[in-house]
């Protein structure tokens, strides 16, 4: 009889791909769910981004294999906007790479880096796939601690204390998703300061340093020194509104990014250039684009949310940043299921669980800002009739 890799037996279905099932069954039944769970702005890119992926889709030129390593124009484009935003200087011929959405990122930095084996140091809360990709690659996973009473930061003086010898990289995800802690400069440091004595990569993955964020967005590559021992990603996902466009790009020296490109030339062969070129415009939108977009429509959800996290008892960090509000739930629930799935089926709204985060996230919800502003007042509306 045949049988799936035994790799498969590390792993189960993503949680929203196995949850989504349910909430389309549930819609279907005409119970008209109300999603706030998962991270897709559901606001358009630029119109200038758009209308230039129109012009690039109707030459007949365009349409063949593109560089793995990306159109000039592309990495220009990032270079340029890592200069206007964050002020790092990156050059575009060899220390950028564009990636197909930040997933892709992950297995292949942790295919060049990691040997079966090896061990990576993963965030706990953190993101899923942070951890099942390197099951999948036969790394051994060793999660370091985030707490509430230490701003959801790396606890150095843990770390410190374990045997670090066998890991090559760590993960790292600032700000923060799922709780929104704030990036700083002096966490960044520190990440570094850490990298460089223990002999471990870096890896920041930053996609959130625009949103409900008004003051300059922070880079773990503003940090001196910071580029010969971290890489960071960063997406157009959550900042330009591209989700589903599967644009990203991976920075760091020269060397390891030839040490990447030399996995990603192997396992895909480049964006649609209408994408690429379109991407490069999208990195061209002005500052009230970003401030329209990832401050002041965020803001206005954020405060229909923190209502719905008061609605049911929850307590949460004001100062949070991102697309998301993360609340600790009362103690009158036994587990966050109990509460998450009580709001699934009887307010017929669909919130994030903090388990999937990992155990640290275990009494927490997560709440979604990419709903419009009126879902989000409706759901409020279900949730105090329920009168949790």
Known sequence: MIQPAERLNLVSEYYFSRKLKEVAQLNAEGRDIISLAIGSPDMPPSEATVNKLCEVAHDPAAHGYQPTMGTPELRQAMAGFYKRWYDVDLNPANELLPLIGSKEGILHVTLAFV????????????YPTYTSLSKLL?????????QEDNNWYPDFEQLQRMDLSRVKLMWTNYPNMPTGAPASEALYRRIVDFA??????????????????????????????????????????????????????????????????????????????????????????????????????????????????QALGCTFDPNQVGMFLWGRIPNIYNNVEELTESLLHEARVFITPGFIFGSNGERYIR??????????????????????
Not at 115 to 126: A, F, K, S, W
Not at 138 to 146: E, T
Request: some cysteine.
């Open 367 to 388: 709440i979604s800002l990419c709903a419009k502003e009126e879902k989000i007042q409706e759901a409020l509306v279900r949730i105090k009739s329920l009168k949790i």
């Open 115 to 126: 040997n079966p084996g090896d061990e990576v140091l993963v965030p706990n809360p953190g």
């Open 138 to 146: 036969g790394a051994k996973v060793v999660y370091y601690n985030l």
């Open 196 to 309: 460089r004595e223990k002999g471990i990569v870096v890896v920041n993955d930053n996609p959130y340093s625009f949103i409900l964020n008004e003051r300059r967005p922070l880079s773990i590559l503003q940090v001196e020194g910071a580029k010969d021992c971290c890489i960071e990603f960063n997406s157009m996902s959550k900042s330009h509104n591209m989700p589903g466009w599967r644009v990203g790009l991976c920075a760091t020296n020269a060397e390891f990014i030839s040490w990447i490109l030399k996995v990603q030339s192997n396992i895909e062969s480049g964006m649609f250039r209408g994408l690429q070129l379109a991407a490069a415009e999208a990195y061209q939108n002005s500052d009230d684009w970003h401030r329209q977009y990832n401050v002041e429509t965020y803001a206005c959800r954020r405060r229909w949310a923190e209502q719905i996290m």
